[in-house]
């Protein structure tokens, strides 16, 4: 019997510099912190990927049929929670109205710091 575990797993949360944009005489501080909590939404499921990935193991009868089940296993897992963070972002963007909501925006900023130190209460 083999068994395949996750001995190196990186990964990683980045912007674009190239693909990131402000629409011209719409720059501002509070346009910028909104942003910065999209790019802390992000963190915080990324820690989540992270965390689920590297609970995964998985067994086979050869190597390469757990080598295979176990991309697979890390595809699917990393797939749903990224699904989830896209359908978190949205609901950011509804309930903060894009960041000019001032008083849903203080509490996505608030409620995404807490998932930040614990990513295991972000939905």
């Known amino acids: 019997m083999w068994v ?7 990964v990683v949360n980045a912007m674009d ?12 501080a509070q346009a910028l912190s909104h942003e910065q909590t999209h790019f ?3 963190e915080v499921y990324r820690r ?5 990935l590297r609970c995964l193991q998985t067994t086979g009868p050869t190597a390469q049929a757990a ?7 890390l595809h ?3 797939d749903a ?3 989830h963070l896209a359908e978190i972002q949205g609901q950011y963007d509804r309930e903060t109205r894009h960041g000019s909501d001032a008083a849903k ?7 995404v710091l807490r998932w930040l130190a614990q990513p295991t209460l972000a939905p």
């Open 4 to 10: 395949g575990t996750v001995q190196g797993l990186s």
């Open 17 to 28: 510099t190239a693909r990131s944009w402000v629409v011209a005489n719409r720059q501002s």
């Open 40 to 42: 802390n939404l992000n």
């Open 48 to 52: 989540k990927v992270e965390l689920a």
């Open 67 to 73: 080598e295979s089940t176990l991309a697979q296993r």
């Open 76 to 78: 699917q897992t990393a």
């Open 81 to 83: 929670i990224l699904d």
């Open 105 to 111: 925006q203080a509490e996505w900023d608030q409620r």
